[in-house]
């Protein structure tokens, strides 16, 4: 037993140092320019608020002063969420990623190819996201009422 609580006491302190290093890491790699805008690129108000419009109905349009003053309201609205963003990724990027990986993914993206890598990936997911909108809605109005009929028949 007590050979089983000096394992215990010798290995926290290096699990929590490793932990600390992977936070560090992570915070590092957070803050690296490409990721500030990868960042910046997938919380964009265009993308939220294009999202959104693009679930509307057609004939539920807005005009191009409603879609300012919506635009400033979601602008605000993210870059309030900014910070909570970051440090939910920060740390799951400590809790998912080993000291090692995290240092691979800091020394890729902080080169030339690597900074242009990050760069585009959130235009591609975009594009595809975009290319899928039709899709995705078609699917949501195929099971929708699937799901619902699913929950009815559960509940009775």
Do not use: W
């Not at 006491?9 to 990721?35: G, H, R």
């Not at 960042?39 to 191009?64: H, V």
């Not at 309030?80 to 740390?91: C, F, G, Y």
């Not at 998912?96 to 190819?113: K, N, R």
């Amino acid at each position: 037993m007590k050979k089983f609580i000096a394992t215990i006491a010798f290995c926290l302190p290096i699990n929590f140092a490793q932990a600390q290093f992977a936070e560090e890491l992570a915070q590092t790699y957070m803050n690296m320019p490409e990721v500030q805008q990868m960042i910046s690129n997938m919380y964009s108000t265009e993308n939220y608020l294009g999202q959104m419009l693009r679930a509307m109905p057609q004939e539920s349009r807005i005009s191009e002063d409603q879609f300012r003053e919506i635009s400033a309201m979601m602008a605000e609205e993210m870059a309030a969420l900014r910070p909570k963003i970051e440090t939910l990724m920060t740390a799951t990027l400590a809790k998912y990623f080993s000291t090692e990986e995290l240092e691979a993914l800091i020394s890729i993206y902080d080169t030339e190819h690597g900074a242009v890598i990050m760069g585009r990936m959130p235009l591609i997911m975009q594009t595809v996201m975009v290319d899928m909108s039709n899709d995705f809605s078609a699917m949501q109005q195929r099971v929708v009422p699937q799901m619902a009929k699913i929950l009815l028949d559960q509940g009775n």
